[in-house]
C-alpha cells in the first residue's frame, strides 16, 4: 500500500522524511507565461528534485483543441502518466520552479482523472532549496507506470456550463486573474482576447493567496478570509477561472486546504470567453 498523504499540501519538511517511501513518485510540473521566456523542461534537466519527473502542462493537453493546455482524454492522460512512471497505486507529490503557481493545475488534472493520492509541496522548488536541501541534475529516467483514468466532470466546467450559469447563478465564479485585466482597466496578456470578466464572477487574484516572502499557501483561516471578503460563500458551489486554467486551479487547491474540495475549474477560462464575440463581458 503506498503511503498516505496528510492533505492536499505537504512541507518540505515532510517530504525529506517520506521522500524514499515506495510508491512515492514526484512531478514537477512548472510552467510560466509566454512574457516570462522560461524553458520549464530545460531548468528541470538543470536542477529537480531526485526521482522527479517533468511534467509538460503544454505538451499533456487536447491536441484537438486550439486553446491552451486544455484537458486531454482520459486514454491520452493515462498514457501520459504511464510514460512518467505513474500508477493508480501511487502517492503523488507536485511542485514547480516559482513556489505555488502551475503545480497545482497538475494536481487539479490528477483529480480530475480519479487520482486523489496526490498532493502539492508547499512553496515548491524554492522552499526545497531554502531548506538546504538536494537537487540533481539529467533527465528523468521513469520505468513504465500502469495508470487508468477515471473522469470526473463534476470537477471541470465547459462554455455552454458556465453560460448557462450566467442565467441561472447557481454557482459561484472566482477569478483569479489580476484586477485590471478583470474590471477591463489593463488589456489582456493573449492578442485577440478582450479584457474584463463573465458576468456576476468576482475576483481573488492569485497572489493575495500565497505569502509574498516563502511563496507558500496562506493559512487556512485566511484564506477562508480572502474568500469571504469576496462574498464567496464556501457552503455553496464555486467554480474558478482565470486566464487560461492555471492559476484557477491554485484556487481550487486553496479552496480544498480551507475545506471546499469540490471547487471545479473552466478549463478553458478567459482565454476562451474573452477570445470569443458571442459571450457576454462585464467590466469595472
Not at 485577440?192 to 464572477?201: A, F, L, W
Request: aromatic content about 8%; hydrophobic content about 40%; overall charge negative.
Amino acid at each position: 500500500m503506498s503511503v498516505q498523504l496528510p492533505g492536499p499540501l505537504v512541507t518540505t519538511a515532510w517530504l525529506a522524511a517520506h521522500r524514499t517511501a515506495p510508491d512515492l513518485k514526484l512531478i514537477d510540473a512548472s510552467w510560466y507565461l509566454p512574457a516570462e521566456q522560461r524553458d520549464p523542461a530545460a531548468e528541470f534537466e538543470a536542477a529537480h528534485i531526485e526521482g522527479a519527473v517533468f511534467f509538460d502542462i503544454d505538451g499533456v493537453r487536447d491536441p484537438d483543441n486550439p486553446l491552451p493546455h486544455m484537458l486531454p482524454s482520459p486514454p491520452r492522460f493515462a498514457e501520459e502518466m504511464a510514460r512518467l512512471g505513474i500508477s493508480n497505486s501511487d502517492a503523488v507529490i507536485i511542485y514547480d520552479g516559482a513556489g505555488l503557481f502551475s503545480a497545482p493545475r497538475a494536481w487539479w488534472t490528477l483529480r480530475i482523472f480519479g487520482h486523489d493520492n496526490v498532493s502539492v509541496l508547499d512553496g515548491g522548488l524554492p522552499a526545497w532549496r531554502a531548506a538546504d536541501l538536494a537537487t540533481v541534475a539529467g533527465p528523468a529516467t521513469p520505468g513504465a507506470g500502469s495508470f487508468k483514468a477515471a473522469f470526473r466532470p463534476e470537477l471541470v466546467r465547459d462554455l455552454a456550463q458556465m453560460l448557462d450559469n450566467v442565467d441561472r447563478s447557481v454557482e459561484q465564479v472566482v477569478d483569479a486573474r489580476g484586477r485590471g485585466r478583470f474590471d477591463g482597466s489593463e488589456p489582456e496578456i493573449r492578442p485577440g482576447v478582450r479584457s474584463g470578466h463573465i458576468p456576476g464572477s468576482c475576483n481573488l487574484p492569485y497572489p493575495d493567496l500565497v505569502d509574498a516572502g516563502d511563496k507558500t499557501l496562506l493559512p487556512p483561516a485566511r484564506l477562508a478570509a480572502a474568500f469571504a471578503a469576496q462574498g464567496v460563500d464556501l457552503e455553496r458551489p464555486i467554480v474558478t477561472t482565470c486566464g487560461s486554467g492555471i492559476s484557477a486551479s491554485l484556487l481550487a487547491l486553496a479552496l480544498s486546504v480551507c475545506g471546499h474540495p469540490n471547487a471545479a475549474v473552466y478549463d478553458g477560462s478567459w482565454t476562451e470567453w474573452g477570445g470569443r464575440d458571442d459571450t457576454p463581458t462585464a467590466v469595472s
